[in-house]
């Protein structure tokens, strides 16, 4: 047994003024697309670097110990010239007189 369709009853109809108006609406716009980023998000977005950078970054730069234990095996720290002994002292004073 065949049934046929009985008029229009499965065709779309009125998408003929549908798209035109859809075409109108592009063709008047006609500018360009325009994006804002928020002050919030943007202090964001340097936070989120810096703690990359910090997260990538090694907390102990194990060259410098090594070579600090270096310098202590040869004894250069037991006794220190004046020079050296001079610069301590300021740098200890300097602190002293900032807090």
């Not at 943007?42 to 907390?59: C, F, G, L, M, P």
Request: charge should be neutral; glycine fraction near 6%; charged fraction near 35%.
């Amino acid at each position: 047994m065949v049934i046929d369709r009985i008029g229009n009853v499965n065709k779309v109809t009125g998408t003929d003024s549908v798209q035109n108006q859809k075409t109108r609406d592009v063709k008047k716009s006609g500018g360009e697309d325009v994006v804002s980023i928020s002050p919030e998000a943007q202090e964001a977005k340097v936070i989120s670097r810096a703690t990359e950078t910090v997260k990538a970054t090694a907390d102990v730069r194990m060259e410098r110990v090594q070579e600090v234990r270096a310098k202590l095996d040869r004894g250069d720290y037991d006794k220190p010239d004046n020079e050296i002994l001079d610069k301590v002292a300021e740098k200890i004073a300097q602190t002293l007189l900032r807090i």
